[in-house]
């Protein structure tokens, strides 16, 4: 287990060159007119390269239909799947049928495409209970279906992965959320290891036996036969970040490349730390991971924006996607939902390459209004 300290996490307030440039609406391309698309993964080969099929890349996105305050999209999410070809995006229909998932709503995971091209493992998080009342409870999921002819269905009953222990992870099990923050056990993402064959879900997790704000873990779990077994966290931002999201590796020349996003509000006080994609790197998924760049931002939001992107993946092929979040706002904060529908984007950001050397990461193209 890797410790992310204050110290390291204070440089990226003064990493300028990890900075991306601020965009406008007129940068922004709709993934879907009619729906809010935030959190994204793509159906990706169990390797990690970006699954390539009919021409055209598939990605799953969290989509609700638009409301007069975008903020409530959390309390609906479903996956849907899009695909982006020269023509731009497809929409392609929900992933799942009403009632199939074992919560209230789906939130956030990763799909890994087997090598006979039509099997699909979708990995996502069940939040709440089926027929309960709204809560903030998060247990991870899997099940197998078929993609074919630009659509996924015969999915298999979900079947729970790994378990918060209560000891090395915290229980996700609130009612309601705490000075608006949610303890965490989500967001599954995918990773086969090719030095050994086995197979591994990184997760967003909460320190077991640790009573504090700030008490974020990247969590691992192994499969083993038919279960997943966690082990101890990857990185430990104990002290430091109450929140490490989507997290996924990347291999790079030999090397495992760790990446998730936090908020500027999930640090503690003066951190400094811009909301963004950081990233540690290691030889192998047991460590030791370092952090990028000194600090471990990657990419970090615009001073002047500070809350105009989220939730940056990394493809295998070093392609970055995010969403375009409350964007336009000169650096002040929505008024009220009115404020907040007319700011926010719903749609991919504008996406950009990264060069991978050793321990560092840098942005290597401009940003640009399309997807990876």
Same mark, same amino acid.
């Given at each position: 287990?890797?410790?992310?300290?204050?110290?390291?996490?204070?440089?990226?307030?003064?990493?300028?060159?990890?900075?991306?440039?601020?965009?406008?609406?007129?940068?922004?391309?709709?993934?879907?007119?009619?729906?809010?698309?935030?959190?994204?993964?793509?159906?990706?080969?169990?390797?990690?390269?970006?699954?390539?099929?009919?021409?055209?890349?598939?990605?799953?996105?969290?989509?609700?239909?638009?409301?007069?305050?975008?903020?409530?999209?959390?309390?609906?999410?479903?996956?849907?799947?899009?695909?982006?070809?020269?023509?731009?995006?497809?929409?392609?229909?929900?992933?799942?049928?009403?009632?199939?998932?074992?919560?209230?709503?789906?939130?956030?995971?990763?799909?890994?495409?087997?090598?006979?091209?039509?099997?699909?493992?979708?990995?996502?998080?069940?939040?709440?209970?089926?027929?309960?009342?709204?809560?903030?409870?998060?247990?991870?999921?899997?099940?197998?279906?078929?993609?074919?002819?630009?659509?996924?269905?015969d999915w298999s009953s979900p079947g729970e992965t790994a378990q918060a222990d209560g000891a090395t992870y915290r229980i996700a099990d609130q009612t309601a959320p705490i000075d608006d923050r949610i303890k965490g056990f989500r967001d599954p993402g995918y990773f086969r290891d090719p030095a050994t064959g086995r197979e591994h879900i990184l997760f967003t997790g909460s320190a077991g036996g640790y009573d504090a704000v700030h008490d974020g873990v990247i969590g691992i779990a192994t499969r083993d036969g038919d279960a997943w077994r966690v082990a101890a966290p990857l990185v430990d931002a104990r002290d430091l970040n109450s929140e490490l999201e989507r997290p996924h590796i990347v291999l790079r020349d030999g090397l495992y490349y760790?990446?998730?996003?936090?908020?500027?509000?999930?640090?503690?006080?003066?951190?400094?730390?811009?909301?963004?994609?950081?990233?540690?790197?290691?030889?192998?998924?047991?460590?030791?991971?370092?952090?990028?760049?000194?600090?471990?931002?990657?990419?970090?939001?615009?001073?002047?924006?500070?809350?105009?992107?989220?939730?940056?993946?990394?493809?295998?092929? #070093?392609?970055?996607?995010?969403?375009?979040?409350?964007?336009? +706002?000169? @650096?002040? *904060?929505?008024?009220? =939902?009115?404020?907040? %529908?007319?700011?926010? #984007?719903?749609?991919?950001?504008?996406?950009?390459?990264?060069? +991978?050397? @050793?321990? *560092?990461?840098?942005? =290597?193209?401009?940003? %640009?209004?399309?997807?990876?």
């Amino acid at each position: 287990m890797t410790r992310w300290t204050k110290e390291q996490a204070a440089n990226a307030a003064t990493q300028a060159e990890a900075r991306l440039p601020v965009f406008s609406a007129a940068d922004l391309v709709p993934v879907d007119p009619t729906r809010d698309v935030w959190d994204m993964w793509p159906i990706a080969r169990a390797d990690g390269r970006t699954a390539v099929v009919d021409g055209r890349t598939w990605w799953f996105f969290l989509a609700v239909p638009k409301a007069d305050d975008p903020e409530a999209r959390h309390d609906v999410a479903r996956i849907r799947l899009y695909s982006r070809g020269e023509d731009g995006w497809r929409d392609h229909g929900p992933a799942f049928a009403e009632d199939f998932a074992p919560g209230t709503r789906e939130w956030s995971g990763s799909a890994v495409l087997h090598d006979d091209g039509t099997t699909l493992a979708m990995h996502f998080t069940a939040a709440g209970r089926r027929g309960g009342t709204r809560s903030f409870e998060q247990r991870l999921f899997v099940t197998t279906g078929r993609f074919a002819d630009g659509a996924v269905g015969d999915w298999s009953s979900p079947g729970e992965t790994a378990q918060a222990d209560g000891a090395t992870y915290r229980i996700a099990d609130q009612t309601a959320p705490i000075d608006d923050r949610i303890k965490g056990f989500r967001d599954p993402g995918y990773f086969r290891d090719p030095a050994t064959g086995r197979e591994h879900i990184l997760f967003t997790g909460s320190a077991g036996g640790y009573d504090a704000v700030h008490d974020g873990v990247i969590g691992i779990a192994t499969r083993d036969g038919d279960a997943w077994r966690v082990a101890a966290p990857l990185v430990d931002a104990r002290d430091l970040n109450s929140e490490l999201e989507r997290p996924h590796i990347v291999l790079r020349d030999g090397l495992y490349y760790l990446f998730w996003s936090t908020q500027a509000k999930r640090f503690a006080p003066g951190i400094g730390a811009p909301t963004g994609l950081y990233g540690m790197v290691a030889p192998s998924v047991d460590g030791p991971w370092t952090p990028l760049n000194g600090s471990a931002l990657v990419a970090g939001n615009p001073e002047a924006e500070p809350t105009q992107a989220y939730c940056w993946w990394v493809t295998g092929e #070093g392609e970055v996607i995010s969403f375009a979040d409350y964007h336009s +706002l000169g @650096g002040l *904060r929505p008024a009220d =939902a009115a404020d907040r %529908r007319r700011h926010f #984007g719903g749609t991919a950001a504008p996406g950009f390459a990264l060069h +991978l050397s @050793g321990d *560092r990461a840098t942005i =290597a193209t401009p940003a %640009r209004a399309e997807a990876a």
